[in-house]
């Protein structure tokens, strides 16, 4: 639909996070963290373990159902861990485990410590010691430990880096929409240490090998955070997908429908199941952009009612159950992006029950706007923001593990690309840095504790891309953590975000938890620090 991405919207505007009660959110000297003792490194050896933390222990603490999809999780550690195809998730960092005496002496890099450090089966006091940016050990939290730099929390939370596996960063050829500097500084201030790039609406779109070098390099030296790469499956290219995956991409984006831009274009149901056959010879993972066109129509006006009338969620409702059908026939992995109706819920639950690799996400705009707030082109995507009643239930999908990843489908363009007509405007959500506060304000009045928001924000993430180093703190995976107070307020100014074009559907909205300070691998990232994140 239009000349932008239907799928993938921008927003022209505003959006980020201004001052709030409380001194601003996102400093520019990142580290608004409470009680740090640099260089006091001391001798001792490390206090004695937490009688209650033991490393083994707290790896295996991973709430049964939490995480369902095993099925789906890493086949391929890339060298931060033993591969596992099985889903189950396992002690990363080669060859170091809890329990390591190498791992478990000081004196440490950095230690990290907190009354509430969110692990997955519930928050702990604990003191993270880290080695060459790898959790080393989990001590008490008064524990003494030796380190060259050691961060006193208190109350403020620490959490996970969260895994965002949805991110399109449009570099090169579309960089003046995002890039990779712009992006993955939005990402850290926002609390994410890990992205995935989506393969299109950058130019070439990675739908070959040469492609992906090309990305590679466009976002070589430039990225705050780890930064991961999804290849694109479309008509014509199903001998470039092994290549791909040898390459190194996680997996691959398909869509069903028209995308939005002419160089990305859909999979009818043949090539669907080509494709997936292609990829279930290696285990590989489709990821779908699941609209059905047949039900899709071209938006009869220029408002929002209209252009939601356009893209009905029994659209998606049949594009799922097309793609279930898929998985089922080949044995392929499919994962459904950016769930959007609830009527998808359905189908998603039965199929997982009869064992058929599907898993699914959806967006911090599903679960935490609705049509009825909808004031602008910057709230536009696809598929489109719905009623409150389907909001609602997608919560009950998180809550039931049908839905296991909430993650940004952070999709910007120009200003001008967001037209005041709904019909016409692009299709794509800049939200990057406050997915984490927007989900938190929220889960937190249903009743959501921080660890299932880790779950859905970095866990999950992180084992739909085969990530066992990310996403959880543990021993043994990288020391990618964020400060998150949790109780603070702040209200988004989009002219403060890093990302690159100030629009913003969360632009003036008051949420709840500030990220105070974002390590990556165990080193802190802020605005001012050059950039060295790995491409993963
Ligand atoms: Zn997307």
Redesign the pocket.
């Known amino acids: 639909m239009s000349a932008t991405d239907p799928?993938?919207p921008t927003a022209p505007g505003p959006a980020q996070a201004s001052s709030a009660p409380g001194g601003p959110p996102f400093p520019a000297e990142r580290p608004a963290v409470p009680s740090r003792t640099d260089g006091a490194a001391h001798s001792q050896p490390d206090g004695p373990t937490h009688p209650g933390v033991e490393g083994p222990a707290l790896l295996a603490a991973d709430s049964p159902g939490s995480v369902p999809a095993p099925r789906l999780a890493a086949s391929r550690a890339r060298g931060l861990g033993p591969s596992r195809t099985d889903g189950s998730e396992a002690a990363p960092a080669g060859g170091r485990q809890p329990g390591d005496p190498h791992l478990e002496a000081g004196p440490f890099d950095l230690v990290v410590r907190s009354r509430r450090v969110v692990l997955p089966g519930g928050e702990r006091a604990l003191a993270v010691a880290v080695r060459d940016g790898v959790i080393a050990a989990l001590l008490p939290y008064d524990a003494e430990a030796s380190a060259a730099e050691r961060v006193d929390l208190g109350q403020v939370c620490l959490l996970p880096g969260l895994v965002d596996s949805?991110v399109?960063v449009n570099e090169p050829g579309r960089t003046h929409w995002e890039g990779f500097a712009t992006a993955t500084r939005a990402a850290a201030a926002g609390g994410v240490t890990t992205i995935i790039d989506?393969p299109l609406n950058s130019l070439p779109p990675t739908v070959d090998v040469a492609a992906l070098a090309v990305k590679r390099a466009a976002a070589a030296g430039k990225c705050a955070v780890d930064v991961g790469f999804w290849g694109g499956a479309i008509p014509g290219n199903a001998a470039e997908l092994r290549p791909l995956h040898e390459a190194g991409v996680y997996g691959f984006k398909c869509f069903l429908s028209p995308s939005g831009v002419e160089e990305f274009p859909p999979l009818d149901e043949t090539g669907l199941r080509a494709a997936m056959r292609e990829l279930a010879a290696f285990d590989g993972l489709m990821v779908v952009?699941a609209e059905d066109p047949a039900l899709l129509t071209d938006p009869v006006g220029p408002t929002y009612r209209q252009f939601l009338d356009s893209r009905p969620g029994e659209a998606e409702r049949r594009a799922v159950e097309r793609v279930i059908a898929a998985a089922r026939d080949t044995g392929a992995r499919a994962h459904i992006?950016?769930v959007s109706a609830a009527a998808c819920l359905e189908p998603l639950e039965a199929a997982q029950r009869d064992g058929v690799r599907v898993s699914a996400e959806t967006c911090p705009h599903y679960l935490t706007l609705t049509a009825g707030q909808v004031r602008g082109p910057e709230f536009k995507c696809c598929p489109p923001i719905r009623d409150e009643g389907n909001r609602d239930e997608l919560w009950q999908g998180l809550a039931a593990g049908v839905l296991t990843c909430v993650v940004s489908?952070h999709?910007p363009s120009t200003p001008d690309l967001k037209t005041p007509d709904f019909a016409t405007a692009w299709g794509g959500i800049s939200s990057l840095q406050v997915g984490l506060p927007a989900i938190w304000t929220e889960a937190r009045e249903r009743g959501h504790p921080l660890t299932r928001v880790t779950e859905w924000m970095a866990r999950g993430p992180a084992a739909l891309a085969g990530l066992p180093a990310k996403g959880r703190i543990a021993v043994g995976a990288d020391a990618d953590l964020v400060a998150f107070d949790d109780t603070a307020a702040f209200t988004v100014d989009a002219a403060e975000l890093r990302h690159r074009n100030p629009l913003t559907p969360y632009h003036g909205r008051t949420l709840t938890g500030v990220v105070g300070a974002t390590w990556l691998r165990g080193r802190p990232v802020t605005d001012s620090t050059p950039p060295f994140g790995a491409l993963l």
């Open positions: 799928a993938r949805h399109h989506m952009h992006l950016h489908d999709s």
